[in-house]
């Protein structure tokens, strides 16, 4: 999942170590990949959390906070400066500024980022994550400028990409192996995240459907222990730069085919339009059978169903927002089930060993609410040998219209999409002793 592919994970409820009315300094520098100084460089530094709150992931706020205009409103806290003409930049804070209401240490949130490029959408950035537990932290930030690869084929898609030089991190930080994650977005919507990638990954390009977007490379740390000079206890994000990218595939069989969901009995409710199937991948399912019926008591949903139409030969299943174990089966007559395979994770395929006939697809789990998208496919499309790269102009929409990439399609509800970014990237911090887990679907995501 893109968000949890990150895995910036920090606790909150460590002790802090510096008196409230102490002077804290805060300072550092902003390079570009090479080494130069990014000159007059924007830094949005925000406190992310307190025990017992909410803290907000590295892949929304602080990118977001950086934008001149349609910052969300939870960005009027963060502190922006600019580094001077030597990349060099400087915050004064008290030491109550870097504690929570409680008093423990609360955690710090650093980011920057480059003017796009002219085949980006967005330039590269880093976030840094941090406590501070001394009067004095420095915080060298370094950003990642990769030359970024996306092709289709033969072999399906492939994105290549360099591995971070070993030079572009402080010695404390690089004895901690990096995590690559592969994201593409489009808007305020996860399109697919790879996970634990690989500088060559491959993977099948039907995740993608019909989506039109932003994709980047992350390479990330958690829980990295290093001096209180560097921030005690870190985690980072090092962005490369956003690229636009267009699927060639036509949509899913399933796009916009009608569905169903079951209660604990197994009785069908018949839902027009789908919200599983309208290609819309942000949007939770949150079907109601009861939306005009007065008296009406809403069922538990315990699973839902889409109807194909006929039965064809199904070779893969893909699900979005499943928040749990997910149950998947196939029918062809909607009373004989046979089993598919378990989707575990939020975003999740299911790749069948032989193609198999199926009109029906059910998917059965106590949270089918939180389901954004089922999409089914019976083939393997014929696949360009193409960049999956565009050059960041306006994209057709095949409706006479346009849209800048990362936009939602037209079929997509409206809206800023920050905020609902943002509120997809909140988890609570229980007791004062959870960790963040960035978890999107959703969110999402950094754009």
């Given at each position: ?11 909150s409820?460590?002790?802090s ?17 090479g080494?130069l ?5 924007r830094?949005?530094l925000?406190?992310e959390?307190d025990?017992?709150d ?11 906070c ?12 963060a ?20 504690q ?12 920057s ?14 976030t ?10 420095g ?5 990642w ?23 572009l991190l ?25 996970p ?5 990954t ?14 980047r ?9 290093v001096s ?9 994000a ?8 267009e ?5 899913p ?10 209660d ?8 027009s ?19 005009g019926?007065?008296?009406?008591t ?14 064809v030969g ?28 378990v989707?575990?994770d939020?975003e ?14 059910r998917?059965?789990t ?17 696949l360009?040998n ?11 929409t ?50």
């Amino acid at each position: 999942m893109a968000v949890g592919a990150l895995g910036l994970l920090l606790f909150s409820c460590t002790a802090s170590r510096v008196n409230p009315k102490a002077d804290i300094n805060l300072s550092g520098t902003v390079q570009r990949h090479g080494g130069l100084p990014v000159a007059g460089a924007r830094l949005a530094l925000t406190r992310e959390g307190d025990p017992g709150d909410v803290i907000l992931t590295v892949a929304s706020l602080g990118f977001a906070c950086l934008a001149d205009t349609n910052a969300p409103a939870i960005c009027d806290d963060a502190r922006i400066t600019t580094a001077g003409s030597n990349g060099a930049f400087s915050y004064k804070l008290k030491g109550k500024d870097t504690q929570s209401t409680f008093g423990y240490s609360a955690v710090l949130s650093l980011t920057s980022s480059l003017p796009a490029k002219a085949d980006e959408v967005a330039g590269s950035s880093t976030t840094y994550r941090f406590h501070v537990q001394t009067e004095t932290v420095g915080i060298p930030i370094r950003l990642w400028e990769p030359s970024v690869a996306a092709r289709t084929g033969s072999f399906g898609a492939r994105v290549s990409f360099p591995k971070l030089p070993q030079d572009l991190l402080p010695r404390q930080i690089e004895r901690t192996p990096p995590r690559y994650t592969i994201e593409f977005t489009r808007g305020d919507e996860i399109v697919w995240t790879l996970p634990q990638a690989r500088p060559i990954t491959t993977f099948d390009a039907r995740l993608l459907e019909d989506s039109t977007g932003t994709m980047r490379v992350i390479v990330s740390a958690s829980n990295v222990r290093v001096s209180e000079t560097l921030g005690d206890q870190i985690a980072f994000a090092l962005r490369s730069g956003a690229r636009a990218f267009e699927s060639p595939l036509d949509p899913p069989i399933s796009r916009g085919k009608g569905c169903s969901v079951a209660d604990e009995k197994g009785k069908r409710f018949s839902l027009s339009p789908c919200g599983l199937t309208d290609g819309d991948f942000g949007r939770a399912f949150a079907p109601s059978v009861c939306t005009g019926t007065s008296g009406c008591t809403e069922p538990r949903h315990a699973s839902a169903v889409i109807d194909l139409g006929s039965a064809v030969g199904v070779d893969l299943i893909v699900l979005r927002g499943c928040e749990q174990s997910c149950r998947v089966e196939t029918s062809t007559d909607g009373r004989t089930w046979r089993s598919a395979g378990v989707a575990q994770d939020t975003e999740a395929a299911i790749s069948l060993a032989s193609s198999r006939r199926a009109r029906f697809v059910r998917v059965v789990t106590p949270f089918v609410d939180s389901l954004t998208e089922v999409s089914v496919w019976d083939r393997r499309q014929r696949l360009p040998n193409a960049s999956l790269l565009v050059t960041p102009g306006r994209f057709p929409t095949g409706n006479g219209g346009t849209r800048t990439p990362g936009a939602s399609s037209p079929a997509k509800s409206g809206g800023f999409g920050w905020l609902t970014v943002v509120a997809a990237a909140l988890l609570g911090v229980v007791g004062g002793a959870a960790a963040v887990l960035i978890a999107r679907r959703r969110t999402r995501r950094a754009a």
